[in-house]
């Protein structure tokens, strides 16, 4: 019954900036660690940020310094700003975050259903 929304994708022109946002709902009891990823087309999926439950951060040397990853406990949300957007960015970009619905259940990784950002002049 979790579910992971991601909004904010759309088309940008190089050197712009996007925010992303994705929800977990349903039956949660905790989230861990929860992430960004991307996939261009004919590419395979990429991590692109993680963000631990306390606020611990990773980022791919593609985005480093460009994207920032933070997530809202309270909310149960998570967000990605992007800055200086460019063309290689262009992906559907994809939430996954680590779940239990109640505290002796096992952790499960859950994916959003992808959002779209196209970076074009």
């Known amino acids: 019954q979790v579910q992971l929304v991601e909004s904010g994708g759309g088309l940008v022109q190089p050197g712009g900036s996007l925010r992303l946002s994705c929800v977990a709902s349903?039956?949660?009891?905790?989230?861990?660690?929860m992430g960004w990823y991307r996939q261009a087309p004919g590419k395979q999926r990429e991590l692109v940020a993680t963000?631990?439950?306390?606020?611990?951060?990773t980022y791919a040397d593609s985005v480093k310094g460009r994207f920032t990853i933070s997530r809202d406990n309270s909310k149960n949300t998570m967000y990605l700003q992007m800055n200086s957007l460019k063309p290689e960015d262009t992906a559907v970009y994809y939430c996954?975050?680590?779940?239990?619905?109640?505290?002796?259940?096992?952790?499960?990784?859950?994916w959003g259903q992808g959002t779209q950002v196209t970076v074009s002049s």
């Open positions: 996954n975050a680590a779940i239990r619905s109640n505290p002796i259940a096992p952790f499960t990784i859950y």
């Open positions: 349903g039956r949660i009891f905790s989230i861990n660690t």
């Open positions: 963000i631990t439950n306390i606020g611990t951060t």
